[in-house]
């Protein structure tokens, strides 16, 4: 099953923070989050791979909260560069690592 | 060092048709895995493969075969093409599961 992201949509002015979530109904060992561009392939942004485990990535980064199966991407003081559908991946305890993505969260930053 | 090459970049086909949509790597990567992108849906997982000879059914695998004879290569395949298969296919390319995904460029298919 899809983990459930939120918001679907997000528009915000250049500067302006969002936080996007990932919520799994399934026991996580860790989280994905990508960025894809308009007609472009979805770009590696970060993994968590400890439960509250915290990552940046330039002025973005991500909590995950393995006991409550969630992340939460934090992207502050936005650029116009970051407009993009962001993807959540989780990955399962055992078995072996397939990563079932979300169904994303289309954020546009505009001047 | 193309990474992740995906062949065709578009297709059109006719319904009961069958093809083979192309993944190459020179990573040297053990995991690979074939998503597809419909609108509202984000990446769906068809079928994924931790190495040579292993292969393993994702979320929507119906109606697509694979086999991973190489650890360069990933065809995905479709037997007799629906229109429901309208989709845009992904290949992903990593260490692991638990390692960054590198997604080829896609292939954007039709099917009549």
């Known amino acids: 099953q899809q983990p459930v992201q939120s918001p679907q949509a997000v528009i915000l002015r250049e500067g302006e923070d969002a936080v996007i979530n990932c919520s799994s109904s399934?026991?996580?060992?860790?989280v994905h989050w990508y960025r894809q561009k308009h007609g472009e392939a979805p770009v590696f942004l970060m993994i968590?791979?400890?439960?509250?485990e915290q990552k940046g990535h330039e002025k973005i980064s991500a909590s995950f909260n393995e006991k409550k199966q969630q992340s939460s991407l934090y992207l502050t003081a936005s650029q116009l560069s970051y407009s993009g559908t962001y993807f959540c991946g989780t990955v399962p305890p055992g078995g072996y690592q397939k990563v079932t993505f979300g169904t994303g969260t289309k954020l546009q930053v505009i001047p | 060092n193309a990474g992740v090459t995906q062949t065709p970049k578009f297709q059109v086909l006719k319904t009961g048709q069958s093809m083979t949509l192309q993944c190459a790597q020179d990573?040297?990567?053990?995991?690979m895995s074939w998503y597809r992108q419909d609108p509202g849906m984000g990446l769906r997982l068809i079928h994924y493969s931790v190495g040579a000879g292993i292969t393993d059914q994702g979320e929507v695998p119906n109606g697509y075969n694979v086999s991973r004879s190489t650890t360069e290569d990933f065809p995905l395949r479709l037997l007799s093409a629906a229109p429901s298969q309208t989709s845009v296919y992904f290949c992903?390319?990593?260490?692991?599961?638990?390692?960054?995904?590198?997604f080829g460029d896609g292939t954007r298919l039709s099917i009549l």
């Open positions: 968590l791979l400890k439960g509250g």
């Open positions: 990573m040297n990567h053990e995991y």
């Open positions: 399934k026991a996580l060992y860790s």
């Open positions: 992903a390319v990593g260490k692991g599961g638990n390692q960054p995904q590198h």
